[in-house]
């Protein structure tokens, strides 16, 4: 089957286009035949970037009026005699739509086939992530206006991973009616990333579903971590809203509520300013006043600013903290695993959560670590470490384009 994965942000349009069916699971014989971005969606200057499997990419700079639009771009891209994507002439080569949601409340636990009611019970979920479901809908809808009932389309839920974690981890120490009136609970997310690094571990290493117990670290412009006992998520970092956790890129993690009445009572802003600082400009990027990108951040750090090195220290420790935290909530741990932006790529940030975690059996191997960068996969730990630390990359389209196929053929699980 060839499956149009689509990721829809307020702004942009990220889609792959992947080939694969249930048979090719087990051997990884999917197939990337064509990928793309669309950003700036709405301005008279979006910019389009489309490639097909390893060929030239097309770039240009166009006006492009909503998300219908850019899909429609896509697909006039696709269509052109000079495009050629393995298998794919044009839309009805197509035989089915992934698209990525990021919050299904406790209305889904799983991957689901999108029809009217499905549709209804997604905009329900808005009130939890007014920043995410509404981009995420947009694609949706567009997608529904074009094709109608003719290509099958499934939602996978960033939350959907989570729904495992037990009611005394999810819930949080308030009134039990905020929960039970008001749906106010931890629900987590990235949850695509860490069941697909999840499974890519078991498969590296051969070992059982049932007998693994791992803690992942999506650690990007978004940060999670995640523990992970017998392929079910029992805990991790987001709550409510991505808010919470890990200190990221803007978002600050973790933090006093009360410091949110206290900047409004110090005329800071409105509550929901204050919640846009928290959001937006906090993080590492509001600590070192550099920006949220790590990289720079180093530089600053090596350039002797305070700032830069508290930045990197504060993050690190945060994470840290957590691998202990899970490593106590699952009495202990086979492996660590590093993914995402920073995770694979940030060797630097790995040796500083990694280093004086020797009683909790990591031992980190410095060479191994330098080494196991841009897209490597590989155990990064000496040999006699008690504890594995791996390196895996992400790949969120490849476990929504696999979900699509299993809703489609009705499979539960094949791993
Ligand atoms: P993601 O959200 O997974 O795409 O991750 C993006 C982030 O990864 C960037 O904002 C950087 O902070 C980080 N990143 C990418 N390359 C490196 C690197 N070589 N070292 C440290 N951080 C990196």
New binding site residues.
């Given amino acids: 089957m060839n499956v149009f994965v689509l990721n829809c942000g307020s702004s942009s349009v990220k889609f792959q286009i992947i080939n694969t069916d249930l048979e090719l699971f087990e051997a990884d014989g999917d197939k990337m035949i064509a990928k793309g971005l669309i950003e700036k969606v709405g301005t008279k200057e979006a910019i389009i970037n489309l490639q097909a499997g390893g060929g030239e990419p097309f770039k240009a700079v166009e006006p492009v009026e909503d998300h219908r639009a850019a899909i429609m771009r896509i697909k006039a891209w696709m269509e052109e005699p000079t495009t050629k994507i393995e298998g794919v002439h044009g839309w009805d080569d197509l035989h089915a739509i992934g698209h990525r949601v990021v919050h299904g409340a406790e209305r889904f636990t799983k991957a689901v086939r999108i029809d009217k009611e499905v549709l209804a019970k997604i905009e329900e979920c808005c009130d939890l992530a007014p920043l995410h479901n509404p981009a995420n809908l947009k694609g949706i809808y567009a997608c529904y206006e074009i094709f109608g009932e003719r290509i099958p389309q499934v939602a996978v839920f960033d939350t959907a991973f989570h729904s495992t974690m037990p009611e005394d981890v999810y819930l949080y120490a308030v009134p039990y009616d905020f929960y039970s009136k008001y749906q106010v609970r931890r629900y987590g997310f990235h949850g695509t990333s860490h069941r697909y690094v999840a499974y890519r571990y078991r498969k590296l290493t051969g070992k059982k579903r049932e007998d693994v117990k791992i803690v992942t670290l999506h650690?990007?412009?978004?940060s999670s971590a995640c523990a992970i006992q017998a392929g079910q998520s029992v805990n991790t970092t987001m709550g409510m809203t991505p808010l919470e956790g890990l200190i990221m890129?803007t978002r600050s993690g973790d933090i006093d509520a009360a410091v949110v009445e206290y900047l409004f009572a110090k005329g800071v802003g409105s509550v929901t300013d204050i919640f846009n600082i928290l959001n937006k400009k906090s993080g590492v990027a509001g600590v070192s006043g550099i920006g949220?990108?790590?990289?720079d951040i180093?530089k600053g750090a090596d350039e002797g600013n305070h700032r830069a090195q508290l930045a990197l220290k504060m993050f690190a420790n945060r994470v840290k903290k957590y691998i202990g935290a899970y490593m106590a909530e699952m009495n202990g741990c086979d492996a660590v695993v590093f993914t995402?932006?920073?995770g694979e790529?940030?060797?630097?940030?790995r040796s500083m959560i990694c280093s004086g975690l020797e009683a909790l059996g990591i031992e980190l191997d410095e060479e191994l670590n330098k080494q196991t960068?841009r897209g490597k996969t590989g155990r990064i730990t000496k040999p006699g470490s008690r504890v594995e630390v791996w390196v895996i990359p992400?790949n969120e389209e490849l476990l929504l384009a696999r979900d699509s196929v299993r809703v489609i053929r009705n499979v539960e699980r094949l791993w």
């Fill in positions: 650690l990007g412009n978004g890129g949220n990108d790590m990289r180093e995402a932006g920073i790529n940030g060797a630097r940030i960068v992400t």
